[in-house]
């Protein structure tokens, strides 16, 4: 459940990464220096200055020019818009001020520079551009049509006086630029009567830059009741889930061409059809351009409304389009599309090829007390926060085609959980909570930095979590941990998982030690319990420990065995500039399966020191089926170049 957010209107900024200011200006009223004809240079001068002239050349064409950002992203809180810009014009600008009963994006702008959609227009001057709506009751108050928005004027006369009901624009958050992409999230409240909440909103925004023009936002929706039980009381049609309002010069009366994933083209062949994605092309001033619908794959069909005087949208699914339903306080609902603004039509614009590539996009959501990665349709992973427990974790870890590999909170041994990292500090026990004597607790300090990145064509989900490593007697911090984990998925699913941890401010050291299990561990599904085989890079059988139990050094280590009947290899790598390279492995499939990248702290305990934080990079790779030592190997030698990479990079 979301909080209501207290409104406040964003400052105005120049945008992010421009070079405002870097070049001199001449002073009002001075006159430009009055130019006097050259005087011819003798051959010796003139020798010299070309000489000068081909070296200025030569360094200038080492030295970057500065260019416009791939995206920025420029506020005006007076006028109530956000604009997305990208390589210096503008795409579109999301509208949130007072003066409009529904914030909306307006214009979307084609990559000639076009109106794609029209904010206000007849018939149906209630539309706006691209925009959210629908007809909704808090418990027994009164039915508010937020779609007619028109309705819901002081007066409709004057209608600068405002309106009684209204979405209102709250506040930004999660706002960031990233070379070709950036984001925000715009929190929204639903208001009835100008002071009852109905519904608290949050908007994100996506937007990624794919050249030429073209550009593709991912627009996703939550609706919570948080206010009390919400009705919807919308019909099959009065609803926006969402709706774009296409230019009259786009629309299908002006000769523009409506098609669907399945080949139909028109309202007739479309409309009240269900469809994976609608696009919306024609030619204007010569030019071919348009703009695509993609619905985000949840399993289930989506019906659309088509109107050849320019509407379009996706409804939601048939048990709640068309039909009264309600959320109980604190449930929620949701939605998400793509859309891709593109030349040409429907086929020169490649939409089926781009709809296939954003099904395959990785997508991050944030919860109360979860991170959830999704690729498509496919869990990636979840992550719990730690607000309910003892430490911060990974819950669930899937391959590529969707087993989960990992176990938490198991009977035999409740303290383990997934992917944990955990470890002694001081005399306090992070690891055995119940069964610890001084059980410390992870608790975190702070969230930021969650978002979908994009390299090479690959895109991962990430976020940065600050943690501090808690003494249950003083309740004050006694390690500090900077946290930060990615996850992609491909062949395999690669989880990069950062950690930077020191003594707090005021401690100048802390001790760490352990059992020979402590370090970045992860108990296995049950399924792969006592099947299974460890291998290593170097084909060590290590040092027992005791029963099954082993510790064995390298640089990698995987273990192979069936989980949910399905093969599958999952191994752990220790970056070569961590301390004690390489990893001390602790292995066991007996009775149950179990690995961790240890530090050795069970027989060299290791003190940081508050000067010098200790830094670890670990990655976790996931394949479907047994793979070879060359294959991990492989991508092992990948991963360590691609964190030096981003290490050179920061």
């Not at 027992?544 to 290899?569: H, I, M």
Request: aromatic share 10%; charged share 25%.
């Amino acid at each position: 459940m979301h909080h209501h957010a207290h409104r406040h209107e964003a400052r105005p900024q120049a945008p992010l990464g421009s070079f405002e200011g870097a070049v001199p200006r001449r002073r009002g009223g001075e006159s430009p220096p009055r130019l006097r004809a050259p005087r011819p240079l003798d051959p010796v001068t003139l020798a010299r200055l070309l000489t000068w002239t081909a070296l200025c050349a030569a360094a200038s064409a080492q030295v970057p020019v500065p260019r416009d950002p791939p995206i920025a992203l420029t506020h005006d809180a007076a006028n109530g818009r956000l604009t997305v810009s990208i390589r210096g014009r503008d795409a579109f600008a999301y509208q949130h001020h007072r003066r409009f009963a529904l914030p909306h994006v307006s214009p979307l702008r084609s990559p000639s520079g076009k109106s794609l959609t029209v904010q206000k227009t007849e018939p149906f001057p209630h539309h706006r551009s691209l925009w959210i709506a629908d007809r909704v009751q808090l418990e027994n108050g009164r039915i508010v049509d937020f779609y007619h928005c028109t309705k819901n004027l002081r007066d409709a006369r004057r209608p600068e006086l405002g309106f009684t009901s209204y979405i209102r624009h709250d506040g930004f958050s999660d706002e960031w630029v990233d070379g070709d992409t950036a984001a925000f999230a715009a929190k929204l409240t639903w208001v009835v009567d100008g002071k009852t909440p109905v519904l608290e909103e949050t908007r994100r925004f996506g937007v990624r830059d794919l050249g030429r023009g073209e550009y593709l936002i991912d627009l996703s929706w939550k609706l919570t009741a948080s206010f009390g039980p919400v009705t919807f009381h919308s019909d099959w049609v009065h609803y926006a889930w969402p709706y774009l309002r296409m230019h009259p010069r786009f629309s299908g009366q002006a000769g523009g061409t409506i098609t669907d994933n399945r080949g139909r083209s028109g309202q007739k062949a479309t409309n009240g059809k269900t469809a994976r994605w609608i696009d919306y092309s024609n030619t204007v001033e010569g030019v071919t351009e348009g703009v695509t619908v993609f619905v985000f794959p949840d399993g289930k069909q989506r019906k659309w409304l088509t109107r050849e005087y320019g509407t379009f949208g996706p409804r939601r699914p048939d048990d709640l389009s068309g039909t009264r339903f309600t959320l109980a306080r604190g449930e929620f609902i949701e939605g998400r599309v793509g859309i891709l603004v593109h030349r040409g039509d429907c086929a020169r614009g490649r939409v089926a090829e781009r709809y296939r590539a954003y099904t395959e996009t990785v997508q991050v959501s944030r919860g109360a007390d979860s991170i959830r990665v999704h690729r498509g349709e496919r869990s990636v992973l979840e992550y719990r926060r730690g607000a309910a427990g003892l430490k911060p974790y990974v819950v669930r870890l899937h391959t590529p085609k969707g087993v989960n590999v990992v176990r938490d909170a198991p009977t035999d041994h409740v303290h383990h959980h997934g992917l944990m990292l955990a470890l002694g500090v001081d005399d306090v026990d992070f690891w055995g909570e119940v069964h610890a004597t001084v059980p410390g607790r992870q608790r975190e300090r702070s969230l930021d930095d969650v978002r979908v990145r994009t390299r090479s064509g690959r895109s991962s989900g990430a976020f940065t979590q600050l943690v501090d490593w808690v003494d249950p007697r003083t309740k004050k911090p006694i390690l500090v941990e900077k946290r930060r984990i990615e996850v992609s998925a491909g062949e395999a699913t690669l989880l990069t998982w950062r950690s930077s941890l020191k003594p707090p401010p005021g401690s100048t050291s802390a001790a760490l030690w352990g059992r020979p299990y402590f370090g970045l561990g992860m108990r296995f599904s049950a399924s792969m319990d006592g099947s299974g085989r460890f291998v290593n890079a170097d084909g060590k059988p290590g040092e027992t420990v005791r029963g099954d139990e082993r510790l064995t050094a390298a640089r990698w280590c995987a273990y192979l065995a069936n989980a949910a009947e399905q093969p599958v290899t999952v191994a752990m790598f220790d970056h070569p500039e961590n301390p004690r390279h390489p990893a001390t492995w602790f292995t066991m499939a007996k009775p149950f399966a179990y690995l961790t990248a240890t530090l050795d702290l069970n027989r060299r305990p290791l003190k940081v020191d508050a000067a010098d934080a200790l830094s670890l990079r670990y990655g976790v790779a996931l394949w479907d089926g047994h793979v070879g030592s060359r294959k991990i190997e492989d991508l092992y030698r990948r991963w360590v170049a691609s964190e030096n990479a981003h290490a050179r990079g920061r």
